[in-house]
């Protein structure tokens, strides 16, 4: 399998590209063969963390290959994790970080769609994820939508792992978690129809202001806390999401649970048409389906729908700057 990695040279690229290398993804016996894109001033500092990826003498590594050219590098690719993104610099407004991204997401999604593989999967992790996800998308005409996904797997297990610590059960026992919307702070971790143990997260927790005002705030803010704390944001956990996410969507998720990713809206649960929000999703083989008939009540509604109204409010601005 030929793996893309954008922005391989930055911070998550170097927790990443050890864990695919070693075979997190799929397996120790499946050997995987690493494309590695960067920016050209990014390229010598790559070639140094190539030379460590050859030093692990990974029996798993069949090939490894860097530039700086989306066509060269997306050529044959089967499975593409677009992590690279420029990141806010001082005095930069939203829509300056928009036009920015957009730039680099029309020209690899214009990239992977003409010289990716039939059977590409895309994957975005790079900031704000679930809108770069629709500007390549929207710049890849011939890729069947649902090849794009963004990361809310980072989310997903940040929510399972506030839940077991409250709850004092292993992560293990923790269940159908949801993250619905945005991958932002307006994100929507879903307890109401987790489980702890095979009971009612909500009932198992029966304290409704934890849930409101401690859990929901604490999953959503968590990537403020993380460059509060260390001065620069998520990598390690970033990575490892990442790897989780393209795992379960490759080989499938476990039969007794769902996962969260932002895939584009077939109009369930009323998120509109078209935008990449995250929802409860099964997976099997490189599908993914919505899971269906949850009961939605007012206090997850409001919530579920501020998220999806900022995704429609990116979506509107990308559309201004002429990015889809
Ligand atoms: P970083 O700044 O350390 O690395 C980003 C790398 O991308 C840099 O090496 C840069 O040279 C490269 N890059 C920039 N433009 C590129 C282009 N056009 N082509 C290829 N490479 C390019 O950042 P990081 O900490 O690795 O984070 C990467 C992104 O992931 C950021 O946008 C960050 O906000 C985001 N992120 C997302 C999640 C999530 O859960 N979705 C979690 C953590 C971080
Ligand atoms: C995260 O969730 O850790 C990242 O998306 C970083 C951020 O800006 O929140």
Redesign the pocket.
């Known amino acids: 399998m030929k793996v893309a990695v954008t922005g391989a040279a930055g911070q998550i690229g170097y927790s990443l590209l050890f864990r695919l290398a070693s075979g997190s993804l799929l397996g120790p016996d499946r050997p995987i063969e690493l494309r590695l894109l960067e920016i050209e001033p990014a390229l010598k500092a790559l070639e140094g963390v190539v030379m460590e990826l050859d030093d692990c003498a990974f029996p798993g590594l069949a090939g490894v290959e860097i530039g700086s050219d989306p066509e060269k590098i997306f050529d044959g690719v089967n499975l593409a994790l677009l992590v690279g993104a420029r990141p806010r610099g001082p005095g930069m407004e939203r829509g300056d970080l928009l036009e920015a991204n957009g730039a680099i997401f029309t020209a690899q999604g214009k990239a992977l769609n003409s010289v990716a593989a039939d059977d590409i999967r895309i994957g975005v992790t790079g900031?704000p994820?679930n809108t770069n996800a629709l500007i390549a998308m929207s710049n890849a005409p011939d890729i069947p939508q649902e090849r794009f996904s963004a990361l809310t797997r980072?989310?997903h297990n940040r929510a399972i792992s506030q839940l077991a610590r409250k709850t004092g059960a292993p992560v293990t026992d923790v269940k159908h978690m949801t993250i619905w919307g945005n991958?932002s702070a307006t994100q929507y971790p879903d307890v109401f129809h987790a489980e702890v143990g095979g009971r009612n997260a909500a009932e198992v927790v029966d304290d409704q202001s934890w849930i409101e005002n401690d859990f929901i705030p604490t999953v959503a803010k968590?990537?403020?806390a993380?460059?509060e704390a260390r001065g620069s944001?998520?990598a390690a956990s970033?990575a490892s999401a990442t790897i989780d996410a393209a795992r379960d969507w490759l080989l499938g998720s476990a039969t007794d649970d769902w996962v969260s990713m932002a895939v584009v809206s077939d109009g369930s649960y009323d998120v509109p048409e078209g935008l990449i929000s995250s929802f409860p999703v099964t997976t099997s083989a490189g599908d993914w389906t919505i899971v269906q008939g949850l009961d939605i009540d007012d206090f997850s509604r409001v919530r579920i729908d501020a998220s999806t109204a900022e995704l429609a409010e990116e979506r509107d601005a990308v559309r201004e700057l002429g990015l889809i």
Do not use: E, Y
Request: proline fraction near 0%.
């Open positions: 900031n994820a980072l989310d991958h968590r990537g403020a993380i460059i944001s998520s970033a």
